[in-house]
DNA sequence: TATGAATGAGTATTCATTCAT
DNA sequence: GATGAATGAATACTCATTCAT
């Protein structure tokens, strides 16, 4: 991949997180990659082929992130790692993560079914743990640990600090 | 009021909460609502304006909806009707919800200290339920609430149906 | 007709008529017209429904100038009117009829049937006079004139003028 | 010439001939001819080089085509050609066709002495056979077939062949 | 010879906003 | 209070063309 259309997918990547997709204009994208407007459509075709090249990436940053909670063994420890995961984000890749949450509601780029395989995961954990309910365990800790994301990413990681071992101590993990 | 004023108004409603703030122009909203293009400028001074208004509206209905919890003496009562609350919603309402969802992402317009009396209350129910730490079991629930109320301005009440129960449960209201 | 309105009409007139539908930018017949370039939009919709505005002008023309043939009910008349017609246009009208021809090779505006009735005419005429296959003569004649007409529009009525006496000859008229 | 480069003519001919000079992009043409759009600059300089090596291939075609009119002997014969040619291009050629007529209108192209030669040997063949004004009869013709052509070109040759025994007859070629 | 990245000017169209009536 | 004409800046996207490789 040449230096400008990467300059273009950080520079797109960094507006759409923080304006969203409607409000970011392909020409301010342009002017932060220091490339010509012409250059995103001859790499991406559309705006639109833009976001999908960066969600690519949205994507596979969290598939990684993920993994460790899914491919555990132990289920007190896969809900451990989850609820410890939000807080280990690397602050560098917040963008990703806010991209993710801003599209939920923009666009009809909501895909429900991609937090499917760590709810699954999850069941299983509350499951082999004993929980009476643990489909519905599953989806509430979910929603949890994705409220608190949506505030580590507004206003920083310190803000939320003091769930951690709120979490830790309520899950018994 | 005149009629007027009050169908831009909610056609304005409509609009934002279906697409967003941005991706609503000004002349589907006067067209939706019947009157010329002017008229919005003239009775809220600009689109910013229309947003205020509508926001006003919005923030007065929810305080209604919130009211029964934070003036109810009963600390189970309280929390056992704020679990309810996100499903007696009349579905002509979700607009006014949606709207609210929706410009947490978008805008400048996310006002977190809105929801400061609901949470001091849930504190207050859980202290006198004698949690260990009932501002974050406050926090907590609020957060809780908030997911679900997302997911059924999205799919639908049913769809959530089954956490009514379980979460009265868990927390024995 | 607002002032405006009719500017923009008659700039893209002009503009279509020499340069062609597709090599006629809309900035520059807002710039000829003197208006913004937004106000064509208000107006037409867009640039095609500015074309079609023009074509119900152009298509008028054409009906007045053809009626004097349509109507006439002495045969060797109306083939004689025909004749004379492409030499007797206003020449502060040959916009109009650039537009018609260029729009027959640029487009899928060209409508073939608009000639039909005249086409009609001339036949009824040739069979009147006793023409042994009218409705070929009628074709025929059609197309002379035609691409009289086309010469006409390209280099001036002069250079043509010399057919007007040969063909009023040729056909007894 | 190379491969390439003859991809490119001919992808060229075959757009500028269904759409136009103005309306077939240089992208499209180095997409349909295979090629990088950078080629067809090296090879012609600009699109307005590639228009005029096309039209070179046009024009000796065109040539080709007339030049057993303008070759006979015998006055008859020369028109009995003329009258019969546009019925016999070859459909594989009627791009080169579609082009010469499409550029009458579009571009500063037009060249009205392309046909010159034809019409005086046309002039000549009436004067032979003694008609009262050749040169005006030989322009008329002209234009008749230059008007079948573009009819042929547009709509097939079946709508036109019944032109072909008549005009046969009229002029008893 | 041939590519593909890159550009700057241009395209049709939409936008929020103003203003005379 | 209400309209509708009008605007200028912005929008996503396309164009012919250049150039290093």
Redesign the pocket.
């Known amino acids: 991949m040449?230096?400008?259309?990467e300059n273009i997918l950080s520079a797109a990547l960094e507006l759409f997180a923080k304006d969203g997709y409607?409000?970011?204009?392909?020409?301010?994208?342009?002017q932060r990659a220091?490339?010509?407007?012409?250059?995103?459509?001859?790499?991406f075709?559309?705006?639109?082929?833009?976001l999908r090249a960066i969600m690519e990436d949205v994507e596979a940053r969290i598939g990684q992130l993920l993994a460790p909670v899914i491919f555990e063994d132990d289920p007190k420890r896969a809900i451990r790692k989850l609820i410890l995961m939000p807080f280990s984000i690397d602050p560098s890749e917040y963008d990703y993560w806010k991209l993710q949450f801003k599209l939920k509601w923009e666009e009809e780029y909501h895909n429900p079914n991609k937090m499917k395989p760590l709810i699954d995961k999850l069941a299983w954990a509350f499951r082999e743990l004993g929980y009476k309910d643990p489909e519905k365990e599953a989806a509430l800790l979910n929603q949890i640990i994705d409220a608190i994301s949506t505030e580590i990413l507004r206003d920083g990681v310190k803000t939320q600090e003091a769930f951690k071992a709120f979490l830790l101590e309520k899950y018994s993990v």
């Open positions: 040449t230096d400008k259309k409607n409000a970011t204009s392909t020409s301010r994208i342009a220091g490339v010509s407007e012409g250059l995103i459509f001859r790499h075709g559309n705006k639109k082929g833009l």
